[in-house]
């Protein structure tokens, strides 16, 4: 069974780029969440993808974006990144069944540093 | 956003003593959850508890559901240098549609002095 994945590993960028980060979630899950983890934060819930549409959203912008995909793999896109934007992106993936969810995996997440 | 109140904040202690962290919320969570994340790592869950009053054991480590839903211990017996790491509790409304984001505390962070 493969884990959650998530690339790149580290990304650096400067203020007002856009970025995309990936995910793929665990084999035969289909739900996928997104956390932004800040230094020394617990993570904080960005929004959560299933059947390739958005199912919930934190208190974030709306330039903070994300798409799923058939194979369930997804993306967060953040668009004119702020230097506050520096964090610890995790993607969590879980299974839902009957509308019902399982318990939330976690990849390793992916360290973004905005100049 | 919102992040539930976890103490303590950090804790130093010797190998082969007990641990014990607790996290309190203003809100209800109907089923709370404990992570330990090590550096550059995600979270990895420990212990998952549905019901309250509920008292789960995993190996060395034991969580408790408290009875007013905004509660949460969770303790780890005669620790070892693996334990190292950062400990989050997670609360969550619910399992279905819409009631699955995870609210995280503030995390507790284990060192063992050697």
């Known amino acids: 069974e493969t884990g959650v994945t998530q690339s790149p590993t580290h990304l650096i960028k400067t203020r007002g780029q856009q970025v995309t980060l990936r995910c793929s979630s665990q084999?035969?899950?289909?739900?996928v969440s997104w956390y932004q983890q800040a230094l020394g934060q617990g993570p904080q819930f960005i929004f959560q993808?299933?059947?390739?549409?958005?199912?919930g959203r934190g208190n974030f912008p709306p330039r903070f974006s994300g798409l799923q995909f058939p194979n369930y793999s997804s993306e967060l896109n953040v668009n004119a990144l702020e230097l506050d934007d520096s964090a610890l992106y995790l993607c969590a993936s879980s299974s839902r069944l009957a509308g019902v969810s399982d318990t939330q995996y976690f990849g390793p997440g992916t360290r973004l540093t905005v100049l | 956003g919102q992040q539930l109140n976890q103490s303590p904040q950090s804790m130093f202690i010797q190998e082969g003593e007990d641990v014990s962290m607790n996290c309190t919320s203003s809100?209800?969570?109907?089923?709370w959850l404990w992570y330990k994340q090590d550096p550059g790592e995600g979270p990895v869950l420990l212990i998952a508890l549905y019901k309250a009053g509920e008292l789960t054991s995993n190996g060395r480590l034991t969580a408790q559901f408290g009875i007013t839903r905004k509660d949460s211990f969770l303790n780890i017996s005669a620790s070892i240098p693996s334990d190292v790491g950062i400990y989050f509790c997670a609360g969550q409304q619910g399992s279905n549609f819409g009631n699955e984001k995870l609210t995280f505390g503030t995390g507790t962070r284990l060192t063992i002095i050697p």
């Open positions: 084999s035969g899950h289909n739900t």
């Open positions: 993808y299933y059947r390739e549409e958005e199912n």
């Open positions: 809100s209800i969570f109907n089923t």
